[in-house]
């Protein structure tokens, strides 16, 4: 779980393992990645219009990161306090995975 300030505007990182069917790792950076943010409680699934558009991080030894800036400023997603579940989607051909991947707390 993570908490940021409601005035604050930064990443919001998920790590990504990725494999193929064989169990053999795969680069997901060329799919496209969507994180969504859904009020606690309840804990709604999201629908077409709650996905916003990720980007990819990668770290030198094959991790890898959805990430979505969130916060007031820079085009970030602009959340107000609570808790949220964090979603990621990852469309790729023919697969579109779709998990619940943690929380984030919006703070004072």
């Known amino acids: 779980m993570a908490t940021q300030s409601v005035l604050s505007t930064r990443y919001c990182q998920v790590r990504v393992l990725a494999t193929l069917p064989d169990g053999s790792p795969y680069n997901p950076t060329a799919d496209t990645v969507q994180l969504a943010f859904m009020s606690k409680p309840p804990d709604n ?18 991790a890898y990161f959805a990430q979505c800036l969130v916060g007031p400023n820079n085009g970030g997603v602009v ?30």
């Open 45 to 62: 699934v999201p629908g077409s219009g709650d996905w916003h558009a990720g980007s990819w991080a990668t770290i030198g030894n094959g």
């Open 79 to 108: 959340l107000t306090e609570g808790a949220y579940s964090v979603w990621v989607r990852i469309i790729d051909n023919p697969e579109v995975p779709t998990e619940p991947v943690g929380e984030l707390t919006i703070s004072p």
